[in-house]
């Protein structure tokens, strides 16, 4: 039978796993097949991203999970098994250790997760682990946000350079002297115009024809006899 000190420390652990399952987000892995300096390159990135990464006995694990009430993991709980959390960024463990699951075929499993209180299956994290990083998200979230008020500023733009285009335009038009094109009337007057002979005077000049008047040639007879 276990003395006191053994059992105090367990409970503690237990305690300690209870807490850990109460964050945002964890996955649940097999590293049976993980090698030292995989392991160690992996936890290395792990702590980057802030999520603590422990390995833990499955009977104490099972106690904790009792203790949260994610009796859905208990299944699982065979075999080797360690566990990532999270509270900063919930798709972090699930985008890193989905990572090396991928890359360590049949060495590295993931066996189940949780989110916000409630157990996911190995393919439910396997889905989360596809969602972008927190930052990303943020970036996408704030473009998405950013895009009609960045489409209204190029739209005022335009429409300013186009008014502005406008007035200079008219500007350079009202500094050019107007061209002014004579009148109708004014360019009849400045044309000189044609002259045609009057009909009176042409009539006038012309020499008239001379006829012997009659008296004339009577007088001339009378005074042949």
Do not use: H, W
């Amino acid at each position: 039978m276990p003395n006191a000190k053994v059992l105090s420390e367990k409970k503690r652990i237990v305690e300690e796993l209870s807490e850990k399952l109460k964050r945002q987000s964890g996955v649940l892995v097999d590293y049976k097949g993980i090698t030292v300096n995989e392991d160690t390159e992996m936890r290395v990135k792990l702590r980057e991203a802030n999520v603590d990464y422990t390995v833990v006995k499955n009977t104490l694990m099972r106690f904790a999970v009792k203790n949260v009430g994610f009796e859905g993991l208990e299944p699982i709980l065979t075999g080797t098994t360690s566990l990532a959390v999270c509270g900063d960024d919930p798709i972090a463990p699930a985008r890193i250790l989905k990572e090396y699951a991928d890359k360590l075929t049949n060495r590295f499993e993931i066996k189940a997760g949780f989110l916000d209180g409630r157990v996911l299956s190995a393919g439910e994290v396997n889905a989360l682990a596809g969602i972008p990083a927190l930052p990303v998200l943020q970036a996408q979230l704030l473009g998405t946000m950013l895009a009609p008020i960045t489409s209204l500023a190029v739209v005022l733009k335009a429409i300013a350079e186009k008014d502005g285009a406008s007035a200079n335009e008219s500007d350079d038009a009202a500094e050019q002297p107007a061209i002014k094109e004579p009148a109708p009337a004014e360019t009849a007057a400045q044309e000189p115009a044609a002259k045609e002979p009057a009909p009176a005077e042409t009539t006038a000049k012309e020499p008239a024809a001379k006829e012997p008047a009659q008296a004339e040639t009577a007088a001339q007879e009378s005074a042949a006899e």
